[in-house]
């Protein structure tokens, strides 16, 4: 499990999270309820087995988990993020909010940090027109060893 960073815009108010899904016509399910709740409470983003684990026991199984994301994806509810080990992780974004931005992990503990810094828009524009490119846009993690593991 990663260790929390700060992230104070993530604190977003589950009667909100709850009104953005009934805005969209989707219910809000004991299950769903929950979900929201887990990623409200860790700033950081985790993984579908975190959130289960996170869960009041019996709640619901992974597999609602996975479905839940999908569809919290899909609505823009979440972000998803891979730190280079083919797994998911997701985190909450607000109603106005892209969700850009960057993060830096540490390969040991795997602490991770939000990264304020972002590339200018000029350079996404430069490569977008030296390779004919549209509608260019970037992921970026960085890695490397947190002071406590050094």
């Known amino acids: 499990m990663t260790k929390q960073h700060s992230h104070p815009h993530k604190r977003l108010e589950l009667s909100g999270l709850k009104r953005r899904l009934r805005g969209q016509s989707k219910k809000v399910t004991g299950p769903r309820a929950a979900i929201l709740e887990v990623l409200r409470k860790h700033p950081h983003p985790l ?46 974004i607000g109603e106005n909010d892209d969700g850009h931005h960057h993060h830096l992990v540490c390969t040991k503990c795997s602490e991770v940090v939000e990264v304020d810094e972002c590339f200018p828009e000029t350079i996404e524009k430069k490569i977008a027109a030296k390779n004919r490119f549209k509608g260019v846009t970037h992921k970026l993690e960085f890695f490397g060893i947190c002071p406590d593991c050094q």
Do not use: W
């Open 47 to 92: 993984t579908n087995k975190e959130i289960f684990a996170g869960m009041p026991r019996g709640q619901c199984d992974l597999a609602t988990i996975y479905r839940s994301m999908h569809l919290l994806e899909k609505m823009g509810m979440v972000k998803r993020f891979d730190f280079g080990d083919s797994v998911a992780r997701f985190e909450l």
